[in-house]
């Protein structure tokens, strides 16, 4: 299982589709199209939002999974995308039944509320996911068996929009929306989205039970997960590992291993905490150098140094097992790099991260700083070939979070990869064992 250990955009795309050649199903468990998940294969680029990046291995199934929340244009854009780009998705992409929908209200509302005064502003990818998860708990949520079903979605659309064009109107004063119009639209979608849709639960346990292996394929990161992360700016679903469970109806048991994928340092898109943030020249140096740019919505990412109290956090969270540390080449110019080794409040050191957002603004973090090594590292697949400073930096990453580092990645590509030894003898271990 890969999950983010950060604020999302660790390079999970890239890390799942170095590991899905081992797996013969990756499944996404949790959020929406507000992911986006780059992966480069000799020079190609391809960014998944919604659709799991396994599906750029023939071989390998994909599943969007019921804890997803589904757009089905955004869905039929990207398998429109991918087909014409020659990538396999008929016959090996599935998508829960029980996956909810985002409808056009839902963007209309998050529009709306995020502008609207007094509301505090989350800075979201205006995708409509946090609407669409309120009104899957709220159980007024629309799945995609219902999206099937004509009958019941011409029903559902007419008394949801008129509900929701009443609340948009008397808080927002939004301009309504058309029930019809979005009826003939979506039943249209309904027919294309029909023959990917099936009970996934059953294809996952299935799959299992007859000795396959699964990648899930975590989207957001631990720090936006809608419990753990820094409430209220945080995503509105389970992002870190637990997730899992509940997104696709496997059980706890079948998780045999988790591995958490942290940046050499850190980003954040969107408002809320940041402890380590660099707001200064260097913070700026590393956008151009790591090109951090938002993949969805384009947006600078803001920029800092590794947090290791939160990766330890990230840790217990997650129960992880193996860290991968990618975007290790951003690093290369720098003569030394701080990382945070500690956070102190009134001058006492603590482990805990705060439960409020207000509770990071007491935070002042302890850093070390280590040697940089001022050698390229772009590219580099062998562990031994790397800069001894780079080498040292990474052991200090393993030493202070206890976790064990699988790999590292030097680059964007497919191949800019360093894989430890150990890490896939153990992962051929787990898939056997699953
Ligand atoms: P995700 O959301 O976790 O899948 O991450 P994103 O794809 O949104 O963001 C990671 C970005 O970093 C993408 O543009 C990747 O192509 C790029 N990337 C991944 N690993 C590396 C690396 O090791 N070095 C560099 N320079 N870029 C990387
Ligand atoms: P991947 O999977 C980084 C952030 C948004 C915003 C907050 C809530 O590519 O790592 P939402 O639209 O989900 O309601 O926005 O969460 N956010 C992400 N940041 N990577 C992501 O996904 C994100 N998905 C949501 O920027 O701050
Ligand atoms: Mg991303």
New binding site residues.
Partial sequence: MIV?AQ???EG?GKIVDVLSENFSVVARYA?GH????TVIINGKKFILQLVPCGVLRANCRSVIGNGVVLDPLAFLKEVGALREAGVKVDGNLFVSNRAHVILPYHRMIELAAENAPGRVK????S?G??PAYEDKMGRRGLRVADLLDLKLLRKHIENAVREKNMIAHALFNSEPLDADKMYAEYAQAAEKVAPFVCDTAVLLNDALKSGESILFEG???TM?DIDHGTYP????SSATSGGAVIGTGIAPTSITTVIGITKAYCTR????PFPTEDKGDTGENIRKRGNEYG?VTGRPRRTGWLDLPLLRYSGMINGTSWLVVTKLDVLDDLAEVPVCVAYRIDGKTTVEAPAQASGYERIECVYQKLPGWKTSTQGVTDYEELPKAAREYLSFVAKETGAKIGMISTGPDRDHTILMDRFVTSLKTAAQKA
Avoid: C, M, P, Y
């Avoid at 507000?34 to 998940?37: D, E, F, L, S, V």
């Avoid at 700016?233 to 509105?236: A, D, E, G, H, W």
């Fill in positions: 983010g604020w999302g955009d999970k959020g507000n992911a986006g998940h989350i800075g979201t990818t995708r996911i946090g989207a957001q990161g936006l700016f945080v995503t509105s898109v969107g408002e809320g993949a």
